[in-house]
């Protein structure tokens, strides 16, 4: 029973450090039930296994993010046991938005408050090797109530391991003093024309919807230095040049490739032909945009690397041992 307990912990330990890295914060109490109030659930709690907060970027809203952890060998991992997650959550979540009891103990006062609910989905002995997209595609939520005007995100084991690779190649390049403390740094979203980034210093977090999309992009302003650093996490395998055009036409867009901004874009699991592909790209780009873009510009000094593949385990052991943490 201890080494169960234990187990079900390693989800727990990594998403702290995986979510504190991307600069959401802990509220309330963590591994709480709490009384359900909606009488057609037919439940007598809810549970809530830790609940983050961030502030968008766009408006004055602060997102609360109820989460269910779940730590799997990859033998169990199946559609009757996410479609059994995801329905508790969506029932939970419900019931958050209505309930006084989990106000108290996880909203901050006078603040606006959006509630939405996160699956985290860790492989704790990783062995999991199909695509979890497809199981997940292959079930069928159509009656699971998710309250209306609400979201609920699902990280399966491949998301989890990609943010583990992007939190864990921060830390690596914070190490090398490639880029500098947290203090420094925001994940970065650009002024819009139609949404004015209304906290450009205040909302320093990735968003829910920044790490389910394409990129990450962190950007680093070390008062030590004069030149900043955009560190973007490219999602896709990158086997066609086309992927990359996007990409830096999105950068030159918004006025990040710059003489004071070093670019730096990682991979993980990127199509042997990527780094080419990626040169092609900006040959490409130079050459379609050759009247406003100097072939020896900025956009020549961007650098493209993969990242080493890693898998963030836990013992049973261990965790067991390191009590209160």
Not at 220 to 227: K, N
Not at 235 to 250: K, T, V
């Amino acid at each position: 029973m201890g080494e169960t307990s234990n187990i079900a912990k390693m989800a727990d330990r990594l998403s702290s450090e995986l979510f504190s890295e991307f600069l959401w914060k802990k509220t309330g109490p963590a591994d709480q039930n709490w009384s359900c109030v909606i009488e057609s659930h037919k439940k007598d709690t809810h549970p809530s296994d830790v609940v983050f907060y961030y502030d968008e970027p766009y408006e004055p809203v602060r997102t609360y993010v109820n989460c269910d952890l779940k730590s799997y060998s990859a033998d169990t991992i199946s559609g009757a046991q996410i479609y059994g997650a995801v329905k508790s959550l969506a029932l939970a979540l419900g019931c958050a938005e209505q309930s006084e009891e989990w106000r108290k103990k996880y909203l901050h006062d006078d603040v606006s408050a959006s509630v939405v609910g996160l699956l985290f989905v860790y492989n704790h002995d990783g062995a999991y090797d199909r695509n979890f997209r497809e199981i997940f595609r292959s079930v069928k939520f159509d009656d699971i109530p998710v309250p209306r005007g609400s979201k609920l995100f699902v990280f399966g084991p491949d998301e989890v391991q990609w943010l583990d690779n992007v939190q864990y190649e921060i830390n690596h390049l914070r190490g090398k003093r490639i880029i500098p403390d947290p203090e420094h740094c925001r994940f970065f979203y650009p002024q819009l024309v139609q949404k004015k980034n209304l906290r450009i210093e205040g909302s320093r977090a990735a968003t829910l919807e920044m790490l389910s999309g394409p990129w990450i992009s962190l950007l680093c302003e070390d008062p030590q230095q004069r030149e900043k650093t955009l560190l973007v996490f490219y999602r896709d395998r990158g086997s066609m040049a086309q992927e990359f055009l996007y990409l830096i036409d999105y950068l030159m867009h918004f006025q990040q490739i710059a003489p004071d901004i070093k670019v730096l874009i990682r991979t993980l699991d990127a199509d042997s032909t990527s780094a080419a592909n990626f040169e092609r790209a900006v040959e490409e780009y130079i050459e379609e945009f050759g009247g406003t873009v100097d072939p020896s510009s900025d956009l020549k000094r961007v650098e493209f690397a993969p990242i080493h593949k890693v898998h963030t385990h836990f013992s049973p052991e261990i965790i067991g041992m390191t009590r209160g943490q």
